[in-house]
Structures are given as structure tokens and as C-alpha cells.
T-cell receptor
Framework: GENVEQHPSTLSVQEGDSAVIKCTYS??????FPWYKQELGKRPQLIID?????GEKKDQRIAVTLNKTAKHFSLHITETQPEDSAVYFC??????????FGTGTRLQVFP | DGGITQSPKYLFRKEGQNVTLSCEQN?????MYWYRQDPGQGLRLIYY???????QKGDIAEGYSVSREKKESFPLTVTSAQKNPTAFYLC????????????FGPGTRLTVL
């Protein structure tokens, strides 16, 4: 079945710097790749997603890139702010029924 | 944060007891999901349901059971057969089974005493 690996597990950056989180997936049939942000003690919330017919998608300071050949996708956060501190999860959908999540990246943004 | 709710927020269970976690949504979503979250791990799928009266096992279904008698409700029972049930449980829903955003509930933290 699908396996999603996520790196790094923790990431510390200075406010204003960029942060990049990378995920790889195993099932070439996966077509949908969302990213969720989970603040401490709160529910995961979708921040951006990308489908397999698109190579890149941006939403203000957040962007996601997808390389289907290499089977990896990345989250890019520019001009990081302290409120970006959270755990970020990537996921891949090997079929229409479910998502397979990565193990999460704890991002800390220091003022 | 309305739309999908879970209760209770915290739940304590003695070993050998079954407990049921509630998940309700008023979003008119067809699909509902249960995940387990452990420290340092991602969200692991327990069970999911694409339509009323139908559900499928996820990756870690052993020791759990579900029902989907109503579109808006998808309760999860943690049975005594689940050997390590202490975890954070998240319920989610999505519009349909196709590629759509999953909306999460606030979660239930289950602790076995």
C-alpha cells in the first residue's frame, strides 16, 4: 500500500526565513496531496493542496511543489512568522477513498 | 469551528472496558473517517465510511468497531481487545469519496488507567 515519508521531523527557523518540508510517496497512482497544519491542542486544518495535474500551487506565503516522476512533494513557507509554529502533516491519496499521512514536522519559528 | 463535533474531549477508561467516542457532523458530508494520533506519529486511519450503512477497515482497525446508521453520525467503539488504546482520536468528514478536503473534529483524548 501507499507509504508517505516526511522530513525533517523538527525544523527551527528564524522569523523571516523560509521553511521547506519534504514528503515522498510510494504509490504512483496517488493523485491528491494535501498539507495540514495542527497547532498545539487543536485539530488539523488544511492549508494547501495540490492535484497530480499541477506542478506548483501558491497561496500567499505558502507554496507546494509536486514532482510526479520522483514521487515527492514539498511545502514552502516564506517570510515565516511565530504564528507559523505548529506541526505540519503531508498526505497522499492512493485512491479516492482515503488519505495516507506522513509522520509530521514540528516547525518552530523564533522571533 | 462548528460543523463536526466530538465528545467527550477527555475520556478515561479502565482496562477491560469498552468505550464509545462520539462524532457528529452537520455539513451534510457523505464520507467520515476515524484516525488515531500518537506522539511523533502521523494520523493513522482506523475506519472510514463513504455512505450510510457502509464502512471499511483502515490500517489499524483491530480492537475497534464503528457504525454508520445515520449520515451525520459515526461513533467509534474502542474495545477491550485494543491493547494500547491511550491516544488522541480524531474524526473527520469530507463532501464525497473523491479527492476532497477532510474537515477534522476537535478530537478526544482517551487515557487507559
Amino acid at each position: 500500500g501507499e507509504n508517505v515519508e516526511q522530513h525533517p521531523s523538527t525544523l527551527s527557523v528564524q522569523e523571516g526565513d523560509s521553511a521547506v518540508i519534504k514528503c515522498t510517496y510510494s504509490d504512483s497512482a496517488s493523485n491528491y496531496f494535501p498539507w495540514y497544519k495542527q497547532e498545539l491542542g487543536k485539530r488539523p486544518q488544511l492549508i494547501i493542496d495540490i492535484r497530480s495535474n499541477v506542478g506548483e500551487k501558491k497561496d500567499q506565503r505558502i507554496a507546494v511543489t509536486l514532482n510526479k516522476t520522483a514521487k515527492h512533494f514539498s511545502l514552502h513557507i516564506t517570510e515565516t512568522q511565530p504564528e507559523d509554529s505548529a506541526v505540519y502533516f503531508c498526505a497522499a491519496s492512493p485512491n479516492t477513498d482515503k488519505l495516507i499521512f506522513g509522520t509530521g514536522t514540528r516547525l518552530q519559528v523564533f522571533p | 469551528d462548528g460543523g463536526i463535533t466530538q465528545s467527550p474531549k477527555y475520556l478515561f477508561r479502565k482496562e477491560g472496558q469498552n468505550v464509545t467516542l462520539s462524532c457528529e457532523q452537520n455539513l451534510n458530508h457523505d464520507a467520515m473517517y476515524w484516525y488515531r494520533q500518537d506522539p511523533g506519529q502521523g494520523l493513522r486511519l482506523i475506519y472510514y465510511s463513504q455512505i450510510v450503512n457502509d464502512f471499511q477497515k483502515g490500517d489499524i482497525a483491530e480492537g475497534y468497531s464503528v457504525s454508520r446508521e445515520k449520515k451525520e453520525s459515526f461513533p467509534l467503539t474502542v474495545t477491550s481487545a485494543q491493547k494500547n488504546p491511550t491516544a488522541f482520536y480524531l474524526c473527520a468528514s469530507s463532501v464525497t469519496r473523491t479527492y476532497n478536503e477532510q474537515f477534522f473534529g476537535p478530537g478526544t483524548r482517551l487515557t487507559v488507567l
